[in-house]
């Protein structure tokens, strides 16, 4: 059983640009988490899905921040007009309910 | 909040030593704990876990016990590795449970030969 995928691992863009990160759940798992990690500090809660539904989203800054987990394929989240304070380490996470949760290797996003 | 506070790091032992890492929590009701360990350039893989008060989580080597009346759930390690270096995070998940995790800033550990 492969483990939770996430793509790609290192992503740059510049100030204005948009960012599209990708996560695959490990198989049978339909709940999805997005977490932030800024440089030197733990990981921030951002977005909580299951298939077709958000959840929570209590983490997600209010603009330019959306996710989406739709019926087929990948969780989606996707920053728009990043600035360099979007600068971060992106982990998805999966479990197959509200129980463990399983990481994935991250998204290193840098914007210059 | 909910929230949870580790100790600062780096900390540096020596082959064999014994490990403590703090970690002190805050929060309503009765949340799960958890430690997570983070090896460099990779994701958090789940070290061990505890779901109720007294309750110990173990795995390789690891113990924590999730202790109500001191809020605490400490990482030890009775000898450590050069292999364990990595950064733990202690986390929790409140009892209000979406299973969303909160996490301390975590511990970095460095263990030389």
Redesign the interface.
């Given at each position: 059983n492969a483990g939770?995928m996430?793509n790609p691992r290192h992503l740059v863009r510049r100030r204005g640009q948009e960012a599209r990160l990708r996560c695959s759940p490990m198989k049978g798992h339909s709940?999805v988490?997005w977490?932030r990690q800024l440089p030197e500090?733990?990981?921030?809660?951002m977005v909580?899905l299951q298939k077709e539904n958000i959840?929570?989203e209590s983490?997600m800054p209010k603009e330019r921040f959306s996710a989406e987990f739709p019926k087929e394929g990948p969780s989606i989240l996707r920053i728009q007009q990043v600035v360099r304070g979007d600068s971060a380490a992106y982990?998805c996470?999966s479990?197959p309910?509200?129980?463990?949760?399983?990481?994935?290797?991250?998204t290193r996003l840098l914007v210059l | 909040g909910d929230s949870v506070t580790q100790m600062e790091g780096p900390v540096t032992l020596s082959e064999e030593a014994f490990l403590t890492i703090n970690c002190t929590y805050t929060a309503t009701g009765y949340p799960s704990l958890f430690w997570y360990v983070q090896y460099p350039g990779e994701g958090l893989q789940l070290l061990l876990k505890a779901t109720k008060a007294d309750d110990k989580g173990s795995n390789k080597g690891f113990e924590a016990t999730y202790r109500k009346e001191t809020t605490s759930f400490h990482l030890e390690k009775g000898s450590v590795q050069v292999s364990d270096s990595a950064v733990y995070f202690c986390a929790l998940s409140p009892s209000s449970n979406t299973g969303k995790l909160i996490f301390g800033q975590g511990t970095t550990l460095q263990v030389k030969p």
């Amino acid at each position: 059983n492969a483990g939770v995928m996430q793509n790609p691992r290192h992503l740059v863009r510049r100030r204005g640009q948009e960012a599209r990160l990708r996560c695959s759940p490990m198989k049978g798992h339909s709940h999805v988490y997005w977490y932030r990690q800024l440089p030197e500090e733990g990981l921030k809660f951002m977005v909580y899905l299951q298939k077709e539904n958000i959840i929570d989203e209590s983490g997600m800054p209010k603009e330019r921040f959306s996710a989406e987990f739709p019926k087929e394929g990948p969780s989606i989240l996707r920053i728009q007009q990043v600035v360099r304070g979007d600068s971060a380490a992106y982990f998805c996470a999966s479990s197959p309910s509200v129980e463990t949760q399983y990481f994935g290797p991250g998204t290193r996003l840098l914007v210059l | 909040g909910d929230s949870v506070t580790q100790m600062e790091g780096p900390v540096t032992l020596s082959e064999e030593a014994f490990l403590t890492i703090n970690c002190t929590y805050t929060a309503t009701g009765y949340p799960s704990l958890f430690w997570y360990v983070q090896y460099p350039g990779e994701g958090l893989q789940l070290l061990l876990k505890a779901t109720k008060a007294d309750d110990k989580g173990s795995n390789k080597g690891f113990e924590a016990t999730y202790r109500k009346e001191t809020t605490s759930f400490h990482l030890e390690k009775g000898s450590v590795q050069v292999s364990d270096s990595a950064v733990y995070f202690c986390a929790l998940s409140p009892s209000s449970n979406t299973g969303k995790l909160i996490f301390g800033q975590g511990t970095t550990l460095q263990v030389k030969p």
